[in-house]
């Protein structure tokens, strides 16, 4: 989203609004839970958070959190204050922001609530297990950590026995923690509700495949946050029921998130959170669309794997199949069908300083897409919130020469 | 028609001007401080040089680090589509560019018709570039013109670990202290820039005829050393540090 885009501008997405009027309500009510007799669980962003709501837990999520901070450019104060704690630059900026923001109460909202328990799931990375360890030490509260074991072609059934042995005992926690039974019926109903959220989500990103686009990536970025954090609440529900209407409408009047859309571009890894407008507008003045990404549909790409009929225990195998937890075998799969759907021209990788997992074999996949589907890549070095880690104009050098190259 | 191209690297900025086709003149200038003024400058001189005035000039295309800061240029292109057309301009048959420059190096593959098949460029890191050179051989106390040169009186190449040019430095500091022999040091230090630099290359996939152009191709340790790391030759126009320029001007010819 541009300054240029005032209210007026038929470009802009009016769900916008209320977006940030759930998301500020959300942390309203996440930091003011310890008043109303709620508990707060911090959870890892591909952790299942639907036993949480379920149990009307407030989940809350240092990744979105570290998002925000990277967003309002205030990343890289609060990673230098956790490297002067002792922690390496090398480590992840969400945990060293996060590390850090809990100790001075700092970052855009004043840090986050302080949490009752912790729950941990390393289908994203094995960074969490000991970002989760120092927050469970520092808060001094209990940990729970799902293990979920890297697929590298089959889901083997002793992988599946032992996830869903943990989902029994991750239930069997929360039980203790929140001092009461969990209610089944409720549980069933939080399932279905998230997957009816998480199919909306995806029918929003599958509108990108109508040319030109009437959502971005970079838009994308942003209308994520409730699919992270809330999924399983009827709000959510509703929030992309409306998200998805407004898209349909963009596609029958034909609005285009970017004017004379040319190119259309797939994006890889997170975002820059705090150059998102900056990429954006760069790509923009190319005529490049970055109209989908591997990052945003993590959250709804395992949607087939799930039953809603068996939520926990199918969910135990989709948690674990995200697409940074399978082999590149997998991944390239995945990224074909993406480039496919969208009819991409290109791929921009963010090569993420922070996120080894996810940056780990981009140069064999922009190999393989080069030769199976011979369409290019570009790899911007860079890191999500880290902002000394980025260089304006190495990078602005390689987008103009890879546009000059896809327009040649 | 007379056409002209302006290259402004982080260290020198450069000027080419051709006419239907050749060569007429090129020059090459510090960029300093201001690259606007570095830009304006150069076109003027090599103007003077050629007897030429401002209007004579049909088109412009700027290229570099500081290409958006010529406002003069009819048009900023970067330096990998310049580079790529300068290379197919001097030498038809060269389908891999090495470019080293003061603050990048990057690796250009192009077909039959000079167009960008593929490229790759150093990450955020001064090593592999001309300006780790510099800083060596300033730690050396050797002029730059003959850095490369001293190489070939090395007997046995210093290994230098790092990859950090600030690091190299104190390595080679060290180095120093020890006794080691200067040109060892000297020839140690050009295998480790080859290394960052064939690498990089082989990423992309090195295809023969192999040219190579920017400021440091006139630094003759440093093309041997990438010769012996690709195993290939490596041809180095006498234009290869305006290679840029040239190419921005042919582009500008084309407009």
Request: proline letters at 3%; aromatic letters at 8%.
């Amino acid at each position: 989203m541009t300054d240029e885009k005032k209210a007026s501008d038929p470009r802009k997405i009016k769900s916008v609004r209320r977006m940030k009027e759930i998301m500020t309500n959300y942390y309203i009510g996440a930091k003011t839970a310890r008043e109303n007799g709620k508990k707060v669980a911090w959870i890892t962003s591909g952790g299942p958070v639907e036993p949480l709501i379920a149990m009307d837990v407030i989940p809350v999520y240092p990744e979105n959190h570290g998002a925000m901070i990277g967003a309002t450019k205030m990343g890289v104060d609060l990673c230098e204050k956790a490297e002067e704690m002792g922690y390496s630059r090398d480590l992840c900026s969400y945990a060293r922001a996060d590390i850090a923001c809990a100790t001075i109460n700092g970052g855009p909202i004043g840090g986050l609530p302080e949490p009752d328990f912790l729950v941990c799931c390393n289908n994203i990375c094995g960074t969490v297990l000991k970002w989760y360890e120092v927050v469970a030490r520092y808060y001094n509260v209990p940990l729970f950590i799902l293990d979920t074991p890297f697929v590298h072609g089959k889901f083997t059934d002793a992988a599946k026995k032992y996830v869903i042995q943990q989902i029994n005992e991750y239930i069997e926690f929360l039980e203790n923690v929140c001092g009461k039974k969990a209610d089944p019926d409720r549980m069933d109903e939080v399932g279905r509700l998230s997957v009816e959220a998480q199919r909306l989500w995806q029918k929003v990103l599958d509108a990108a495949a109508h040319k030109p686009a009437p959502i971005s990536a970079f838009d994308a970025f942003f209308h994520l946050a409730l699919i992270v954090t809330l999924r399983g609440t009827q709000e959510t529900v509703d929030y992309y029921k409306g998200l998805s209407t407004e898209m349909e409408e963009r596609i029958a009047n034909n609005i285009a998130m970017v004017k004379n859309e040319k190119y259309r571009l797939l994006w890889d890894n997170l975002p820059v959170w705090y150059r998102t407008r900056w990429l954006s507008e760069k790509f923009a003045s190319h005529d490049a669309c970055l109209v989908a990404d591997t990052y945003t549909s993590a959250w709804s790409g395992v949607l087939h794997l799930i039953d809603e009929d068996n939520f926990l225990e199918s969910m135990a195998v989709a948690y674990s199949s995200v697409y940074i937890n399978i082999s590149l075998d997998m991944m390239i799969d995945t990224l074909k069908k993406m480039i496919k759907k969208y009819d991409a021209d290109g791929l921009v990788m963010h090569s993420n300083r922070s996120c080894k997992p996810y940056s780990l074999g981009q140069y064999d996949l922009s190999r393989m897409v080069a030769k199976q589907i011979g369409i290019p890549t570009l790899i911007i070095e860079a890191d999500m919130v880290d902002e000394r880690s980025f260089s304006e104009s190495q990078i602005e050098t390689r987008i103009d020469a890879f546009m000059e190259t896809l327009k040649a | 028609m007379i056409t002209a191209g302006i290259d402004i690297g982080s260290i020198t900025a450069k000027a080419a001007i051709i006419e239907d086709g050749k060569i007429k003149g090129t020059l090459v200038d510090f960029t300093g401080y201001n690259a606007k003024d570095a830009g304006r400058r150069v076109f003027n001189a090599l103007l003077e040089k050629l007897g030429l005035n401002a209007p004579d000039i049909k088109a412009l295309v700027a290229t570099g680090y500081g290409r958006n800061s010529v406002d003069f240029a009819d048009k900023s292109l970067t330096e990998i589509t310049c580079h790529a057309v300068g290379a197919h301009f001097i030498a038809p048959e060269t389908r891999f560019i090495i470019d080293v420059g003061g603050q990048d190096s990057k690796v250009i593959k192009i077909d039959g018709s000079g167009k960008v098949i593929d490229f790759a460029m150093n990450d955020k890191c001064a090593a592999g570039t001309g300006r780790f050179l510099e800083v060596m051989a300033r730690a050396l106390e050797v002029d730059l013109d003959e850095f490369g040169a001293l190489c070939a009186h090395a007997n046995t190449p210093a290994n230098i670990s790092s990859i950090c040019t600030v690091f190299a430095e104190s390595e080679i500091i060290s180095l120093i202290s020890t006794g080691e022999k200067r040109e060892n040091i000297i020839a140690g230090i050009h295998d480790s820039v080859a290394s960052r630099i064939s690498a990089m290359a082989r990423r992309v996939g090195v295809e023969i005829p192999v040219m190579m152009t920017g400021g440091v191709a006139k630094n003759i340790g440093a093309v041997h050393a990438l010769e012996n790391k690709l195993e290939c030759e490596i041809t180095v126009s006498t234009y290869a540090q305006v290679n840029g320029a040239i190419g921005a001007a042919v582009l500008a010819s084309r407009r």
